[in-house]
């Protein structure tokens, strides 16, 4: 598919190949942020693939050298800070349960920096594999919030220190660290033949055995979901439009230190 139904060019392209739906992020020129359209597409894409009987499993890949940077803080900055923080929270809700809910394996193959809303989609994947340009960190903190909705899906991945660590100092690490700390699968020199191997494998798994496999492993999340999104939700909204989430959103658009950094 190569184009959307209104004749515009699609920001996330599907193709099926070989039994799987292969979902690209393509909007390189704002590094795959979450706009309202990329959440449009990527929701929709998934949605297609599960009700496609003919595919058996998810890729989910990029084009550019940015998997996922997280929300489109432009278009965050151009709306009222509450509403739209709130209309943010819930896309990132929809997005990481679309994945976790949906009754067949979703493979990540990333070769290039996640930040923020793509770490917590990564961390909902099933399987992940990652390449030598790869780079990952959560900088919430450094802009005056924290990975509230995103923890639902990371702090279950994570190994307890390495979430310590990482939603606090917001440095970037690599892709071995990421293996070591739990959140990705394999660090790969070639994530596209890791990836091929990977799908050969699944394939020798029956539908059911892979949805009932995969329910196994997400109903905890799951769980956790209902417990917990709507607080996490109103946590997160409650820090949108106070001076220093402000202070950090404006600092990093104009490439300049926080005052509290300074």
Known sequence: MSETDSGATPVVRYEVRDGFAELTLDSPRNRNALSSRLVTELLDGLARAGADPAVRGVVLTHTGNTFCAGADLKEALDADPAAAADVRTR??????????????????????HVRAGGMGIVAACDIVVAGPDSTFALTEARLGLAPFVISLTLLPRLTPRAAARYFQTGETFDAAAAERAGLITIAAADPAAEVAALRA???????????????????????????????????????FGTPDVIEGMTAFLQRRPPNWAE
Not at 208 to 219: D, H, W, Y
């Open 91 to 112: 896309w990132g809700v929809a997005i990481l349960r679309a994945v976790l809910e949906l009754p067949k394996p979703v493979v990540a193959q990333v070769n290039g």
């Open 201 to 239: 494998q699944l394939r020798l798994s029956a539908p059911q055995g892979l949805a009932e496999s995969k329910r196994l492993v997400t109903a905890p999340l799951l769980a956790e979901f209902d417990r917990s999104a709507d607080e996490l939700a109103k946590r997160s909204g409650a820090c």
